[in-house]
């Protein structure tokens, strides 16, 4: 057998057990590539497989081509690969994530005009992280960032105990940080697994992530299209003339990647819209956006809309389907 790869401790590899339906060639590189490593956490439903080794070392190679800055339009400032994950490489990782992590379809209640409605999100939900004010240690226990100590049962934590990013999402923020010159703590993954499902138009200017966030957030499969527009203006709010943007869209393709920064959550706003007809079964789509949260509040609101109280779900190969998950 091949040597095993370091790995952080917390992240400690299941016991390695050589795949029964595979012929093991001398220490070639398809051999190490099937000794499947799992990143394992007391919060995960279930252990979660690495990447490759070689779409490891693919990894830092990128970004694929240079960003291009798009601010032309009044407070817009994005940066936009494209792509920034080559398409033989996007669909491996889209394969991956939608294999792997496990996913949740969060149902909400808000208040309309004085009514309840429960609201179902409609596409796929994951999320890992914490906010900055807690760490984990090498174990995966959260602890203090500034102290090293234990965090004590905190409410804002109860609920959805955070997890951290499984090394295979951690990878690609590492490359993210670097490309950017951003830092990241959290990880947020939709999964769209047809037109059908969708985002409507939203900003992500929430307090705990602090003025002026930097979101990067990267397209798998299907080509969706990722529509901005700017937020109304008060009427007699600052400039002279009202600012008229009309809908600015993106035809995302796989491995795109935008990273929207500066004035772009607090003046913009952004969805991605249902496709209908022929274009309704596209095979799927994963976005996965990297962002920082300032508090605990962040990790609360989180965890509540892309984790929620419901049950668990896994792809099942065989139907095409996200399945509930059940622990065996
Ligand atoms: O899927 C996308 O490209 C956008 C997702 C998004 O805006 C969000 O999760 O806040
Ligand atoms: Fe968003």
Known sequence: ?????????????????????????????????????????????????????????????????????????????????EPYIPDYLARQLFQH????????????????????????????????????????????????????????????????????????????????????????????????????????????????LGQDPAIASYSLGARRDFLMKHKPEAPNQGASSPIKTGVIKFPLNSGDMILMRGRTQSKWLHSIPKRTGKNQEDGGRINITFRRAQTKEGTENYYNYNVGSGPVYRWDKTSGTMMQWKPS
Not at 152 to 162: I, Q, S, V
Request: proline share 8%; glycine share 4%; net charge negative.
């Open 1 to 81: 057998m091949s040597q095993k790869r370091t790995i952080d401790a917390f992240f400690g590899p299941v016991p390695k057990r050589p795949r029964k339906d595979t012929a093991v060639k001398e220490n070639s590189q398809e051999e190490r590539d099937e000794i499947i490593l799992r990143s394992q956490h007391s919060k995960y439903p279930f252990p979660i497989a690495e990447l490759s080794a070689s779409i490891c070392k693919e990894l830092y190679s990128l970004p694929a081509r240079p960003a291009r800055t798009i601010n032309n339009e009044p407070d817009l400032d994005l940066l936009y690969f």
């Open 97 to 208: 994530l939608r294999a792997e992590l496990p996913f949740y379809k969060v149902e909400y209640q808000i208040k309309r005009g004085g009514i309840e409605t429960q609201v179902r999100t409609p596409r796929w939900t994951t999320v890992f992280g914490i906010d900055e004010t807690s760490k984990f240690d090498e174990d995966g226990t959260v602890i203090d960032a500034n102290t090293g100590m234990k965090v004590p049962a905190d409410r804002r934590y109860d609920k959805c105990p955070p997890r951290p990013l499984p090394k295979c999402l951690d990878e690609l923020r590492q490359s993210t940080e670097t490309a950017t010159d951003c830092k990241f703590n959290f990880c947020l993954v939709n999964y769209y697994a047809s037109g059908a499902d969708s985002i409507a138009f939203h900003s992500d200017d929430e307090r705990f």
